[in-house]
């Protein structure tokens, strides 16, 4: 290879003339250190080099220039390793890149610090040229560099790229790189300037396009060069300047006609000179016979032979013509990203009926309809044909053809780029069983057959689809079929095939045998013609479907039948073409690229661009039509700027054909939703602002029967249109039309169309069901009854309006025209009994009876009087009729509602005039009517008596069904101890108001009480029973005292209770056994305990009801400042789980508990609480009623109970499972995104990771092993919020607590029992990777155990859990055979080094792993054996803070494991001098004042997979204080002892440093030094190790996740006797 070198004194000047004429710069005159280690010339096509010294550190004041040059192809150059001093912009020390011959060339780059690079050349030359200051060095930098390919345009435009160019004068000078227009504008600036001899100048360019200059005979991209250009017609434009006189007219045929320019325009292209050829649009080729495409003279010119069919060319990669029955393509370069101004045309033409065309992947840059890049299809043989739709974004789509031809057409512009799309077609004759048997276009030969396109067989005069010449060859045999053809019976307006049932059938004259039968003979006016082929589509004016001649028709993308009005996708022409006989309906907006008309059963949708960032300003409408029943729409996934009331950006979801319809909500933040529509019409608005921009939604909807098991009465296909724009009941009598009905059930559903009364009232007759219903008809009026929010203002609620919609209530408001029930028009959010004086609001009641239950709205007593009357009705309001025995909502029809006094208006009329007594008038629940019955805030059951709960009446009501229970233990008395309060009862005065006596309390102490002040508890305990309030420990936040013992009785009277602890500073020992607050649930202290809280844990719980009890206890040794706790009432529905043991059936028998129930039918469902048979199994009886069953089922789950292997695990299988379904079941080992059960070994991530997990998230995982197993839990990756009361992690061994997991706290836990439990809380505000966890199953302890450190591993298996596996120790071996253990009388044991006995050691995620087999030898007896193969495989993990081991048991019928763990061994010790060989073993060390120290940290057993950095080094005169007098020597890896001197940190299995010795003031003698190190992977480049921080900015690093930490400490050093003397006497002086 020669390198030919030009040396010129002015760089402008030079130049080579000849074929390579563009300007070579010149080599400067430059130093060059001809030492490979430091620069060089590099001439092979592959190789390395290195920084000076590499891997040692390089020298200051290194200059080295590296001359890479090739004879071919372009360079391209990796750094693997690089570790430069760092700047942000690399001014100390640095490697530059150069994009040429030497460094007067383009920069494409410089490098330093800690990180990877790679550079490409765009030529055959690259200069590198290293460079370092007088300061700080490192280990350098390692370069691979190789040749790779020849000059490419690809990132280079612009450029000259050696021996062809990327500049856009190429296309002039005609050098063009081969793939220039793939990559580069094809436009031509102005010619630059000439270099030397002027050989061309720039008047000889007459235009910036590219010229036939010097390009004479060649082809030059839009244009040509060749003297075929004169008859295509795509000369370029200096063509007839330059080549004319060197070049001869194309030979011409027998007939010597010469080609003119006009034959040459009116006829292009031709066949002429080209028999054999394709020309594009259409053929030369002899198989355009039989592809039916041939050119115009094709017959003039070429041959007439027909062969067969050719095999089909692969033009997949940009463009070309498919001809097979089925295929794919894709977009150039799929799955990379497309190029830019791409435009590929596919021509689909598999000659055969219709085509369908499905993009299973889109990826395209999404524009306004589709702006900027796209995909279009067009139904038809070219782009000029109609256009189905258009493609971009992530959304796919499916098109189907109108007859055998499909054209598809990818453009793309200049800005950017992604993967592009995958499509598949398929052909089909969806309307005709016959198959083709012959492919030829032609009856010649092929009479009685069909064709595809057309055909040749004698029905063909039946269907109207008669090849060409089939009365050339076949009429005179043809019979008229016999067999029965595509019918228009129900079909008018469709296009069937094989024939047509359109109007415009009459016009193509294609129409079916029974048209005139069937559909309308008038036929309009026939377009005008072009030519004999007058029959042409392209001569339609427009390019999109058009309703001429096709009126009542729907034409695929669009309709032009009258319904069109009615579903809003009326064809553009259709007013024009169709309106005498139709009424005027709004035209349909083009939502294709941004919303969208949906018709399908199913289907889904996204916003613009998911899941990159919507635009803003978008304004996107979908409209769902699917044409059947109930839809069902649900967002999966939500990312939406979130402001108050969605006023920002949201999806809006209206219950209707259009915005105008009922809204049924908003989405916006990160809220799913899930909507249901009344009828067969949902409208979804997506709108955004100019501000934030998210990633935006993803929708799916589907059709289903919701509500009713009886089919829609819809008649779907009926081609009759409406006649007005809104759905009418003239002749749709008892018809459901889907946004209204005109069924007499709408009067009872409030959804009657609005002239039903007009048309359809008087057949019309009350139906016998329920009332209408609110499900899913919040924020409506359904006519009898509403379900708006004011309703209960107004009182006319239907009756299910509390359970599906919000019970807040406002003031009246004020009138807006009509709709004077509109909910925005709501100013204030409480009930009122302004105009519902007699009736019970829900939360509140306006009925006389609520001065009873003390449970009246906030003005009562203003609007109605406190004496009760039964309240006027001054409209109509819920009926008895049909109802009597029924609750009505807003009012009773129950023979209850006389004693509550909230009866209906009619109830006397229509009900029972039986009524019970009027309750007594006093104020507090009474016992009347409700024996046996728990009260809330007291009771009536017999069990009152016991603990002291009973309502005020009690005594009267209930006593003779009544006995005392038997007391079985003492139980607090009031005995000697009136006026005190016990704890769980009070024999104190006001007991009796509280209802909390003891249940002596009337024998011992004064029956008449005066109602009392409440006592102030807040201090050390009390009664607490407002909705919300918080309470602290005595103190607070000052020292809480000794022997302290506090009860709180939190009774708020309702729903479920949350208790939070906001702070806690507790004095922490085992289980909380010093101090400690607990927390029951229940009235009392021996109520099930919920948990303890002590230490720094903060907690929350729930009650399973409305009473929780909380203790603090204190004993007399530590003392903090206590805790800070709140509490507050929260729905029964919560979705929120505690994160406590699972509910008690004790004193729960008969009750549903939520997440498991005590109800006696649970053991039929399988979901028993765990104490269920201890506490209610003797009552039960199996119910009777027929449940779901498993037969047909298998592997569903059916609400109550599931058919799914897995219930076997999770303990809710039917009760004919095992009847039906297979009894092999495994247990689940994957968990779903958000907590889940896990069996055996696994792992499981928070949500989204590695994303960012999602605000607000409360994820739950119960990890289980066999009975005879423990699990080891394990985190690998920990990323939280900083902010350990924000975002956690606690892990619980059964339901005992284990611990809290923070922010970078990685952690392993063991259990005790086969069962643990992880749960993972974040809140509203800071968000972050998460976590990732793996989990085995294990042996516990008394079975086998495994320890090790970086020097030995041991191994320990118990001999009796071997001697139950049939083993003994003594045929027990390793990897090694040669490794035998020392057996004992209990235990066989192993112990070796850790690199010993066949340790594998490999990297694994980021540690160190050494790997074993323990095994043994089996006793055989012949072909048998007794003995279970045994195989251990044992690992020690290197995590990053400790070493873990595992050991895993292999055997047929399952796997174990062992687990234990270890830590780094490292040490420190002083040496003599800077050599580092003699250590120093002097105890204490002795020095003098700025002597020299050296001091080397290192592991004790060395690896070469493992590197220590040195962090922090702080002295301190006491080995056991280096807080208070302290001086740091180095900090966070930054010197500040100005002699300090690191030798290596960060890149050895040791680190060195040296300083120089002082002493600390004030007679200290002795210095001590405590050091920290960080433990790397040598291979982890992104580890602390290797990344040093920048101490110029000091600024201090994250530790990162992948090293392990140790702190050690050296000492003492002191002063030799005459230093001190010395400094003594010098602090005398200064006395």
């Known amino acids: 290879m020669w390198t030919l070198v030009v040396l010129c004194s002015v760089i402008a000047s030079c130049g080579v003339r000849g074929d390579n004429w563009w300007t070579t710069l010149a080599q400067p005159e430059e130093t060059v250190t001809s030492d490979a280690s430091c620069g060089g010339y590099l001439h092979s096509s592959s190789g390395t080099f290195y920084s000076p010294g590499y891997p040692d550190n390089y020298p200051d004041h ?36 150069y994009d040429g011959f030497n460094t007067a060339y383009r920069l494409l780059g410089k490098v330093c610090g800690n990180t990877t690079a790679t550079f490409y050349s765009t030529g055959v030359y690259m200069t590198v040229r290293f460079k370092s200051d007088g300061s ?23 450029y000259q790229v050696g021996s062809c160019s990327c500049s856009s004068s190429c296309e002039y000078r005609g050098n063009c790189c081969s793939d220039y227009y793939d990559y580069c504008l094809a436009s031509t600036p102005e010619t630059p300037s000439t270099p030397g001899d002027n050989w061309w100048t720039v008047d000889d360019v007459v235009t910036d396009q590219p010229s036939c200059r010097y390009n004479c005979g060649s082809h030059m991209g839009s244009c040509s060069c060749s003297s075929s250009c004169q008859y295509y017609g795509n000369c370029c434009h200096d063509y007839h300047y330059e080549c004319l006189e060197t070049t001869t007219v194309p030979v011409t045929t027998a007939d010597n006609r010469e080609p003119t320019h006009d034959y040459f325009t009116d006829f292009y292209p031709s066949c002429r000179y080209n028999c054999g050829s394709h020309m594009g649009m259409c053929s030369c080729e002899n198989s355009c016979q039989y592809y039916g495409n041939c050119c115009h003279d094709y017959y003039y010119e070429c041959s007439e032979t027909t062969p067969e069919a050719p095999s089909t060319p692969d033009y997949t990669s940009c463009g070309g013509y498919l001809y097979g029955y089925s295929g794919s393509f894709t977009s150039p370069n799929y799955p990379s990203a497309y190029p830019h101004y791409a435009d590929c045309i596919w021509y689909i033409r598999p000659g055969y009926s219709v085509i369908r065309l499905w993009f299973s992947s889109v ?31 992530r959304n796919t789509a499916t098109f189907y053809s109108t007859g055998s031809y499909l054209t598809v057409r990818f453009r793309t512009d200049s800005s950017a780029s992604y993967s592009g799309f995958r ?104 377009p005008s013609t072009t030519g004999d082929n007058w029959w042409t589509v392209d001569d339609v004016v427009t390019d999109q479907p058009s309703c001429r001649y096709n009126c009542g028709s729907h034409m695929g993308s669009c309709s032009c039948s009258s319904s069109c009005q009615y579903y809003g996708n009326c064809c553009h022409d259709y007013y024009y073409e169709c309106s005498e006989t139709t009424p005027e309906a709004p035209s349909t907006p083009d939502y294709t690229s941004c919303g969208d008309y ?27 039509r699917p044409g059947y029943s109930v839809i069902r729409l649900r967002f999966s996934s939500v990312n939406i700027e979130s402001c108050g009331n969605c006023g920002c950006d949201s999806v809006s979801v209206y219950d209707g054909s259009s915005t105008s319809s009922r809204l049924l909500g908003k989405v916006c933040g990160r809220n799913t939703a899930t909507f249901y529509s009344t009828g067969s019409y949902l409208t979804v608005r997506f709108r955004t602002d100019s501000s934030a921009s998210y990633s935006g939604f993803q929708a799916y909807y589907e059709v289903g029967d919701f509500f009713s098991t009886e089919s829609p009465v819809t008649d779907y296909f009926s081609t009759e249109s409406p006649v007005t724009e809104q759905p009418s009941c003239r002749y749709n009598c008892g018809w459901d039309l889907g946004s209204c009905s005109c069924t007499s059930s709408c009067q009872y559903y409030g959804n009657c169309c609005p002239d039903y009364h007009d048309h359809c009232s008087s057949t019309t007759e009350w139906p016998t069901t329920e009332h209408p219903s609110c499900r899913y008809n919040c924020g409506w009026n359904l006519g009898s009854c509403s379900c708006t929010s004011s309703c209960q203002y107004y009182g006319n609620c239907c009756p299910d309006y509390y359970d599906e919609c919000s019970a807040t209530t406002p003031e009246a408001p004020s009138t807006t ?74 009012c009773s029809c129950s023979s209850s509602c006389q004693y509550y006094g909230n009866c209906c208006h009619d109830y006397y009329y229509e009900c029972s005039e039986t009524t019970p007594e009027a309750p007594s008038t006093t104020d507090q629940p009474s016992c009347r009517y409700n024996c046996g019955s728990h009260m809330g805030s007291c009771s009536c059951s017999s069990s009152c008596q016991y603990y002291g709960n009973c309502c005020h009446d009690y005594y009267y009501e209930c006593p003779t069904s009544t006995m005392e229970p038997e007391v079985t233990t003492d139980q607090l008395s009031c005995r000697y101890n009136c006026g005190s309060h016990m704890g769980s009862c009070s024999c104190s005065s006001s007991c009796q108001l509280y209802g909390n006596c003891c249940h002596d309390y009337y024998y011992y102490c004064p029956a008449s009480t005066t109602e009392p002040v409440s006592p102030d508890y807040t201090s050390c305990g009390g009664y607490l029973y407002a909705y919300s309030r918080s309470f602290t420990s005595p103190n607070y936040p000052s020292a809480y005292p000794h022997y302290a013992d506090c009860i709180w009785y939190i009774r708020p009277g309702y729903s479920v209770i949350r208790l939070q602890f906001s702070s806690v500073n507790i004095e922490s020992c085992g289980n909380c056994g010093c101090d400690s607050v607990s927390v029951y649930d229940g009235s009392s202290t021996s109520s099930r305990l919920l948990g303890k809280v002590c230490g720094r844990n903060t907690a929350t719980f729930y009650s399973t009801g409305s009473y929780l009890t909380v203790r603090f206890r204190t004993d007399s040794s530590v003392s903090y400042s206590g805790f800070r706790a709140s509490y507050e009432v929260v729905d029964n529905f919560s979705t929120e789980s505690p994160v406590t043991e699972q509910p008690s059936c004790r004193y729960n028998c008969g009750w549903n508990l939520g997440s498991c129930s005590c109800t006696s039918s649970c053991q039929y469902y399988g979901n028993c609480c765990p104490d269920y048979y201890d506490h209610c199994s003797s009552t039960t009886e199996w119910p009777t009623t027929a449940q779901p069953s498993c037969r047909h089922n298998c592997g569903w789950n059916l609400g109550s109970c599931s058919c799914s292997s897995s219930c076997r695990y999770n303990g809710n299988c039917c009760p004919d499972y095992y009847d039906y379904c297979s009894s092999t079941t495994e247990w689940p080992t994957t968990a779903t995104p958000c907590g889940g059960y896990l069996f055996g070994s696994g792992n499981f991530t928070s949500p989204n990771h590695p994303s960012f997990y999602p605000d607000n998230t409360y994820c739950t995982w119960r990890l289980r092993a066999s009975s005879d197993q423990r699990i080891f839990l394990a985190f690998t990756y920990l990323q939280l919020e900083s902010c350990c009361e924000c975002d956690y992690i606690k892990v619980y061994d059964g339901s005992s607590y284990m611990g809290t997991m923070c922010n970078n706290s990685l ?45 030995n591993m041991n191994i320990v298996v118990q001999r009796s859990y071997l001697n139950s596996l049939g083993y003994d120790g003594d045929n027990l071996y390793l990897n090694n055979p040669s490794c035998r253990p020392q057996i004992s009388s209990s235990q066989v044991i192993f112990r070796f080094p850790i690199e010993g006995c066949g340790n594998d050691k490999k990297i694994e995620n980021g540690r160190v792993v050494y790997t074993n087999t323990l095994r043994a030898d089996t006793s055989s007896y012949g072909e048998i054996t007794r003995q279970v193969h045994l195989k251990i495989n044992v690992a020690c993990q290197m995590d990053q803070d400790s070493v873990s081991q595992i050991m895993y048991l292999v055997e047929h019928t399952g796997n174990s494991s062992i687990v234990g763990t270890g830590k780094f061994n490292t040490s420190m010790n002083f040496y003599t001098s800077g050599s580092f060989y003699y250590q120093v073993t002097q105890v204490p060390y002795k020095v003098t004042l700025n002597q020299n120290l050296y001091v080397q940290v290192d592991l004790s057993r060395q690896s070469s997979n493992l590197v220590i950095f040195l962090d922090t080094c702080v002295t301190s005169p006491s080995p056991h204080d280096f807080e208070n007098r302290s001086y740091y020597l180095v900090r966070n890896g930054c010197p500040v002892d100005s002699t300090y001197r690191p030798y290596y940190t960060g890149l050895r299995p040791y680190a060195r440093f040296t300083f120089k010795a002082f002493q600390f003031l004030r007679a200290a003698e002795s210095v001590y030094i405590q050091c920290k190190v960080l433990i790397c992977q040598a291979s982890d480049s992104n580890s602390r190790c290797h990344n040093p921080p920048n101490c110029r900015n000091r600024v201090a690093r994250d530790l990162g996740t992948e090293h392990d930490s140790q702190t050690l400490v050296l000492g003492p050093i002191q002063l030799r006797a005459s230093e001190k003397k010395e400094e003594g006497t010098k602090e005398q002086d200064e006395a």
Request: net charge negative.
């Open 62 to 97: 290194s200059e080295c220039i590296w001359y890479l040059r090739f004879g071919s192809g372009i360079v391209q150059l990796n750094f693997p390793f690089i570790s430069i001093e760092d700047h942000p912009s690399c001014m100390y020390d640095a490697i530059y890149v």
């Open 136 to 158: 700080i060095s490192s280990s350098g930098f390692r370069a691979d560099y190789r040749v790779v390919a020849q000059g490419s345009c690809r990132y280079n435009c612009g």
């Open 363 to 393: 990826n395209i840059e999404s524009c306004g309809n589709c702006g900027c890049d796209s995909v279009s299809v067009y139904d038809g043989s070219s782009t000029s044909s109609s256009l189905l739709g258009k493609v971009c974004g």
């Open 423 to 526: 499509a598949f077609y398929e052909n089909g004759d969806y309307f005709s069983t016959e198959s083709p048997v012959t492919e030829q276009p032609s009856c010649r030969y092929n009479c009685g057959w069909n064709l595809g396109s057309c055909s040749c067989t004698s029905s063909c005069q039946y269907n109207g689809n008669c090849c060409p010449d089939y009365y050339d060859h076949c009429s005179s045999t043809t019979e008229w079929p016999t067999t029965e053809h595509p019918s228009c019976r129900y079909n008018c307006g469709w296009n069937l095939g094989s024939c047509s049932c359109t109007s415009s059938c009459q016009y193509y004259g294609n129409c079916c045998p029974d048209y005139y039968d069937e559909c309308s003979a008038t036929t309009p006016e026939a």
């Open 598 to 624: 949906l018709y399908g059963y199913s289907g889904s949708f996204t916003s613009p661009n998911y899941p990159s960032a919507y635009p803003h300003y978008a304004d996107c409408i979908w409209y769902i």
């Open 817 to 890: 025209g009509d709709n004077w029930w509109t909910v925005d028009d709501v100013v204030t959010d409480q009930p009122s009994c302004r105009y519902n004086c007699g009736s019970h609001m829900g939360s509140c009641s306006c009925s006389s009876s609520c001065q009873y239950y003390g449970n009246c709205c906030h003005d009562y007593y203003y609007e109605c009087p406190t004496s009760t009357m039964e309240p006027e009705v001054t409209t109509d309001q819920p009926s008895c009729r049909y109802n009597c025995g029924s609750h009505m909502g807003s």
């Open 1307 to 1351: 952690a392993t836990f063991h259990s005790s029992s086969n069962s643990m439990t992880v749960v993972f809380r974040s809140d509203s505000r800071v968000v972050a990777r998460g976590f990732r966890a793996e989990f085995i199953s294990s042996l516990p302890t008394s079975s086998g155990q495994v320890t090790c450190s970086s020097d």
